[in-house]
């Protein structure tokens, strides 16, 4: 898509508002809707990596040194990981906006 | 030359579906409908139809199977009446939403509670703001003509939409009437083969149907809306077309013995044919009457009605359903589209014909002549329901 998505007009649309480039759900930013965020906590992380497995927006990734980490732009805040990581390393916080 | 052959209604149906070379065809069967779907699937089952029949366990299926053969650009029919219009209904929505222009006809009948399965118009005001186009027919040969325009017009490039086609349940749709068949080699040429712009397609993918959040939702309805309208011109084009190649002409609203009329009655479906004895009767009184046919009920045709009924000084509309604690869906668009207007009739409204009741000549007589005396007196209920005993 060309036009940022606060651009595009009716004019703009496909018939029946077809989707024809593919993959372009990637570019929508769910991480709007999240009202809290996961903050990790490196002392209490094993690298476990069962945050990431129990993610249902698959947003959680291992950084080079080892430990997860989740991609704010996506991570809707449902605060999963935090309830399934049995060492207790993330904890949900407010967003400040 | 065109063959005419006397046939029921419904099997006309399955003929011009067939004349129209139809490529699928998912149904469940409910009456009044059933003999539509019925003889369809015979037509493939005997090798006359090359097309796939998809038997389904509810309406609700069957549209849904309309919309993915529609979507690979198939010629798509369906029908159903009722209940099964109302079981359906979600999907109706994301036909026209997603352009698919798959041909319905509906055999209008009524609503439970209590279950009848008889017609009146309670379905078809219960999918009125679907975005389909939607066209009323008379009479068998206006149905046969209408299902052929209802694919050449939804699937037109500029317009691709659904359209259903209103035939009165029992009133038409079990009736036998002599049908004038177009020959084939005419029908091919008023009918192009269906070309999907942006068919589902493993080698060019494309995603239907997707989210809509609300920073492109108003934009997906507006560009809609702006399509619908739009339709009327090509429905237009298709009917003057029709006409010049097969002598039968239809425009959105339609009049008998409207000339100089001052009272007017506006119908819809097949009631209008029961209405014209009693215009005639009445005219050959020397009553000033004349009667109104809503052909095109979506695209709703705005300036027509308001060209059509200008001169008159009252007009009384018939509706064959109610909305509950308002009044006569048909009419209270009437009355919309004349507000504004300087120069307009006193508008009357009665509800009628519910649940296969039938109205006679002379109970449209009588019906007029209540609606002028409520013209004049004024009527303390926004509108009568007429021959329902006190």
């Keep these: ?97 | 030359m065109a063959k005419r052959e006397g046939i029921e209604v419904s099997r006309a149906i399955a003929i011009a579906c067939k004349l129209a070379n139809v490529d699928v065809v998912a149904a469940y069967p409910i009456t009044p409908q059933t003999h539509i779907v019925e003889d369809l699937a015979e037509l493939v089952a005997n090798g006359e139809l090359d097309a796939s029949f998809i038997p389904v366990e509810s309406e609700h299926s069957a549209l849904s199977a309309c919309l993915g053969a529609a979507a690979v650009g198939a010629r798509t029919f369906t029908a159903t009446a009722g209940q099964g219009l109302e079981l359906m209904h979600e999907v109706v929505y994301v036909a026209s939403s997603m352009q698919l222009p798959i041909v319905m006809a509906v055999a209008n009948r009524a609503l439970s509670a209590p279950i009848s399965i008889w017609g009146d118009h309670s379905d078809v005001m219960a999918v009125r703001d679907t975005g389909w186009i939607q066209i009323f027919v008379e009479n068998g040969q206006q149905t046969v003509d209408n299902v052929l325009c209802a694919f050449r017009i939804g699937e037109d490039q500029r317009v691709l939409l659904p359209v259903m086609v209103h035939l009165d349940g029992f009133h038409l749709t079990h009736v036998i009437e002599p049908i004038s068949f177009p020959e084939q080699s005419d029908v091919d040429q008023f009918l192009p083969p269906n070309q999907c712009p942006l068919p589902l397609d493993p080698d060019r993918p494309v995603a239907m149907g997707s989210f809509g959040p609300p920073y492109i939702y108003p934009e997906c309805k507006k560009a809609q809306e702006i399509n619908l309208r739009a339709s009327k011109k090509v429905i237009l084009e298709c009917w003057k077309e029709f006409g010049d190649l097969f002598g039968r002409y239809y425009s959105p609203v339609e009049g008998y013995h409207c000339e100089g009329a001052k009272v007017l009655l506006l119908t819809m479906g097949s009631f209008s044919e029961t209405a014209m004895d009693a215009i005639d009767k009445m005219r050959g009184e020397g009553k000033n009457v004349g009667l109104i046919r809503l052909r095109l009920w979506r695209p709703f045709p705005f300036e027509e009605i308001r060209q059509a009924v200008r001169d008159a000084e009252v007009l009384i509309v018939l509706d064959r359903a109610i909305s509950f604690g308002a009044m006569g869906p048909v009419c209270s668009e009437i009355k919309s589209a004349l507000y504004n207007e300087a120069k307009k009739p006193k508008v009357v409204s009665f509800v009628g014909g519910l649940g296969g009741r039938d109205i006679s000549p002379s109970g449209f007589e009588r019906m007029i002549n209540r609606g002028i005396e409520i013209s004049q007196t004024g009527s303390e209920q926004e509108f009568e329901m007429f021959g329902v005993r006190e």
């Design chain 1, 1 to 97: 898509m060309t036009k940022r998505e606060n651009e595009i007009t009716w004019k703009d649309l496909n018939i029946g508002c077809i989707v024809t480039e593919p993959g372009n759900a990637r570019q929508y930013r769910t991480g709007d809707w999240r009202s809290e965020k996961p903050i990790f906590d490196k002392d209490r992380c094993i690298k476990c990596g069962l945050c990431s497995i129990f993610c249902p927006e698959g947003c959680i990734e291992q950084n080079t040194e080892g430990y997860f980490e989740a991609n704010l732009f996506y991570c809707k805040g449902c605060g999963i990981c935090a309830r399934e990581c049995w060492p207790q390393a993330i904890t949900m916080v407010e967003e400040e906006e």
